[in-house]
């Protein structure tokens, strides 16, 4: 049975860590793009009841959407908090995969030269064909 190889293993799982840093990343990225369109949403709909209502109606109306924008400001914000936290989160991840990967090269690099040493051993202590010269 051939023995695990324990740098395989660690490879798998800053694999497995990688792609759950991406799905990370992309879940926060789609968090930050829904709180932005809806904090524009709501300046676009303050903007536009500017001048629409009648002035007690509007005065009535303006604490609580500038409370709802102020709301969706921070909401926006903490999610591009949490987008700037994956973002470094995947970039971690990637940057330990490819030191594995790295790794795993220079190790078959290392195995390979070995091996062209031993085969070259090998053939330096053949013995070497005698020649004799030719009749005359």
Request: aromatic fraction near 2%; proline fraction near 6%; avoid cysteine.
């Amino acid at each position: 049975m051939p023995r695990p190889d324990a740098l395989r293993a660690i490879r798998l799982l800053r694999r497995v860590e990688l792609d759950a840093a991406r799905r990370q990343l992309a879940g926060a990225r789609a968090a930050e793009a829904t709180a932005a369109e809806g904090e524009a949403a709501l300046q676009a709909a303050l903007l536009a009841e500017t001048g629409q209502k009648a002035p007690e109606a509007f005065a009535n109306w303006l604490p609580a959407a500038k409370t709802s924008l102020a709301q969706a400001g921070a909401l926006r914000a903490m999610a591009a908090d949490r987008l700037d936290r994956a973002r470094e989160a995947a970039a971690r991840a990637s940057l330990a995969e490819r030191a594995i990967v790295e790794e795993a090269a220079r190790r078959r690099a290392a195995d390979r030269a070995a091996r062209l040493a031993r085969d070259q051993a090998a053939m330096d202590d053949l013995p070497l064909p005698s020649v004799r010269p030719p009749l005359a």
